[in-house]
């Protein structure tokens, strides 16, 4: 991917100092991070690298200590509660590891929840919502509840309600880490899949080494510091297949 | 976020937790009937007072005197004058006026019948204003009001005041008050008097006082064109009773006829002001005394009858009240139980970009919303609790049957309806409105920390 244009996400002089008790734990030391439009980058490392930190911190969830992380332009770390929610509706979309459906929403209403959240009209977004699950292979299940679905389909009624509102930038924490290997393939080809078409950012935070290759950029976090940061030449035969209906 | 999707998010939660819902829902509902079921039956104390007052007279009739002074001990120069009644007509508030005036110096007796065969002596004679009658809420027997101020209307009693001059001593007069047999007076079997005073002459016969000069009175006498019966109402004058009322302008012409001369300060003895309202009464009154006027009305006996029930209302809903406070803390308990249950839930909707008032608002709707739907539910309770003691305060348990009738009056009265239980529109308004309010400081607090739950919360994994 060329970098050829202005990052999306930036990263500045970052710092994130916890209060253990007494003690002061760093977290983050000085990280600068830049990562360029329609990358998938993956944030690599172990348990307690920091890495789930530095995610936290570039999707406005936590202040840092220090340091500013700017999206688009936007410097995310010095907006109050209200701005975030706004500048979230908008540009920023979210998959967990566990997916986090409200289980008493059906398939549909919860792809359509960050659209209902913006205020837009339940007819209209409810087929937005349709369309984005149609396009996760789960045309079938758009009424089901989470409890009346698998884990890999759970999960991919996640990932339409991340790309729903078309947002610039996708923040997915361990998003297989609950998923068998097969789930986990299809997953990341349509994660992957919904980037390259929209042109969209995804920042994958994983301490797991397969991961690393459905990134265009691998980062990788050890005790709070980046100790590399490489491009990555994704196989022809994942993009050749995106997994998109 | 739209005000519907709130609403929805809101229910849907609710209704996920059925049955702690319910249970919450249960306590305001306690609460709300122990206020309105207390409350009304302080109500319920003021319609009895009310009744009681309305036998003692019309509440809202003003009996107007003669300023006094107080100071000098002298009356003012304030008179009963048709000035005075014009000015009474001016003030807001007043439905109607009522001058009354007497017949000094003339002992007022009656004939009737062919050859003036029925007599009468001491009959209740005044002048009034007859075409004020029927505002004045004088309610008829019989015939009509007068409209032309030669016609006259007479009490209900008033036939039964004449003797016959052809029958003996005993047999000479009809008995209007007939015992049955418990003692008690029977007012349903009372014997007709002796003739029909619309359809027979009558003559009023005026005989000066005797002057002491020892020669003989001359009489004075009068054709009577009576038109209609008035009902007896004692609040409104012995007249309605036993008396005869003329117009005041026929008055005023008997009078000059009698003197041969025009009275030009003519005076009434008494002038009665009708307000528009119970709740006008205060203020007419005051302005009759502004003008400087001496007055009486049951106003101050009414106001003192209300601050005693206002007293005993507040007490018994105190009592109730505090139940509803029991169920105030059960909805905080039951709110903040749900956020934090909820808490990841909350976080995945900041995450997802849902705004901080908007997450506020959901959680202040659904304890309002426990407070309102206990608040209605315990209303209509109430409604049904307060039509069972009505029903048993009027009896209907007791053998009297319950009909439809009986139910619409232990619900909305009547007239003449005492109930033990009254709920007023006000009461419905406050309770609705207040079993919310319940539920919106109840849930402030709750709501507010909802708020404060980090987006981070979406993150955690346990």
């Known amino acids: ?245 | 976020m739209r005000f519907a999707d709130i609403l929805k998010m809101c229910f849907d939660s609710l209704s996920r937790r059925k049955g702690r819902t319910i249970l919450t829902v249960l306590g305001v509902f306690i609460g709300c009937t122990s206020i309105i079921v207390m409350v009304s039956i302080g109500a319920g104390m003021q319609e009895s007072y009310d009744q009681m007052l309305k036998n003692m007279g019309d509440l809202s009739i003003i009996e107007v005197y003669r300023g006094y002074n107080q100071s000098t001990g002298t009356q003012t120069e304030s008179k009963l004058d048709d000035k005075a009644v014009e000015s009474f007509h001016e003030i807001a508030g007043v439905k109607a006026v009522m001058p009354k005036a007497s017949l000094d110096g003339y002992n007022v007796g009656f004939k009737a019948g062919v050859n003036g065969r029925y007599t009468a002596d001491w009959v209740n004679f005044a002048g009034i204003d007859s075409s004020a009658l029927e505002d004045m809420g004088f309610e008829l027997m019989d015939g009509r009001y007068p409209e032309n101020s030669d016609e006259v209307i007479v009490g209900q009693y008033f036939a039964y005041n004449f003797t016959d001059t052809l029958m003996p001593d005993g047999r000479n007069y009809v008995d209007r008050y007939v015992w049955d047999e418990n003692g008690n007076i029977d007012t349903e079997n009372v014997p007709d008097p002796f003739f029909d005073p619309l359809k027979t002459s009558i003559t009023m016969v005026l005989t000066p006082y005797d002057d002491g000069t020892g020669t003989e009175p001359t009489p004075y006498e009068v054709e009577l064109k009576v038109v209609g019966v008035l009902k007896e109402d004692q609040g409104k004058g012995y007249e309605t009773s036993d008396g005869v009322m003329m117009d005041i302008n026929a008055l005023k012409a008997l009078i000059q006829d009698l003197t041969g001369k025009t009275d030009t300060k003519f005076e009434y003895s008494s002038i009665n002001v009708k307000a528009e309202s119970l709740d006008a009464v205060s203020d007419v009154e005051q302005s009759i005394k502004d003008l400087g006027y001496s007055t009486y009305s049951m106003q101050s006996m009414r106001d003192e009858l209300n601050k005693q029930t206002r007293q005993i209302e507040l007490m018994l809903g105190g009592l109730g009240a505090i139940s509803l406070l029991v169920a105030a803390i059960g909805i905080t308990n039951t709110m903040i139980m749900s956020i934090s249950e909820r808490t990841k839930e909350i976080g995945i909707m900041k995450a997802l970009g849902c705004y901080v008032r908007d997450i506020r608002a959901m959680f202040l709707m659904e304890a309002g919303s426990i407070g309102l739907l206990g608040g209605i539910l315990g209303l209509i309770f109430s409604f049904i609790i307060s039509v069972i003691i009505n029903l048993f305060s009027f009896g209907a348990f007791g053998g009297g049957g319950v009909t439809w009738e009986l139910i619409k009056q232990a619900l909305i009265g009547g007239e003449g309806v005492v109930r033990t239980s009254v709920i007023k529109p006000e009461l419905v308004i406050f309770a609705l409105v207040f079993s919310v309010l319940i539920g919106l400081v109840s849930g402030y607090q709750p709501a507010n920390k909802a708020v404060k739950i980090s987006a981070l919360e979406a993150i955690r994994n346990e």
């Open chain 1, 1 to 245: 991917m060329a970098n050829d244009q202005k990052p999306i996400i930036s990263v500045r002089k970052l710092r994130k100092v916890y209060m253990m008790g007494q003690e002061h734990v760093v977290a983050l030391h000085n990280i600068d991070l830049d990562i360029p439009r329609g990358e998938v980058c993956c944030i690599f490392g172990t348990s307690g690298s920091g890495k789930s930190t530095l995610l936290n911190q570039l999707a406005g969830l936590e202040k840092p200590t220090r340091g500013v992380v700017r999206i688009g332009g936007v410097p995310i770390s010095q907006l109050n509660e209200n701005q975030l929610a706004a500048f979230r509706q908008k540009h920023i979309g979210f998959v967990f590891q566990s997916y986090n459906l409200l289980p008493e929403l059906t398939a549909a209403e919860n792809v359509a929840m960050p659209l209902m959240f913006k205020g837009i009209d339940p007819d209209v977004r409810l087929l937005e919502a349709k369309k984005m699950l149609c396009r996760v292979g789960l045309k079938d299940r758009m009424d089901h509840f989470p409890n009346q679905m698998s884990g890999g389909q759970q999960q991919r009624v996640g990932i339409a309600r991340a790309f729903v509102t078309h947002p610039e930038v996708v923040f997915a924490d361990e998003p297989t880490g609950n998923l068998d290997s097969k789930t986990t393939k299809e997953v990341m080809h349509m994660i992957r899949g919904f980037a390259k078409r929209f042109h969209q950012t995804i920042v994958l935070v994983s301490h797991d080494p397969e991961m690393t290759e459905y990134a265009d950029r691998i980062v990788t976090l050890i005790d709070g510091r980046i100790v590399s940061n490489v491009e990555n030449q994704v196989k022809a035969e994942i993009d050749a297949a995106p997994y998109i209906e």
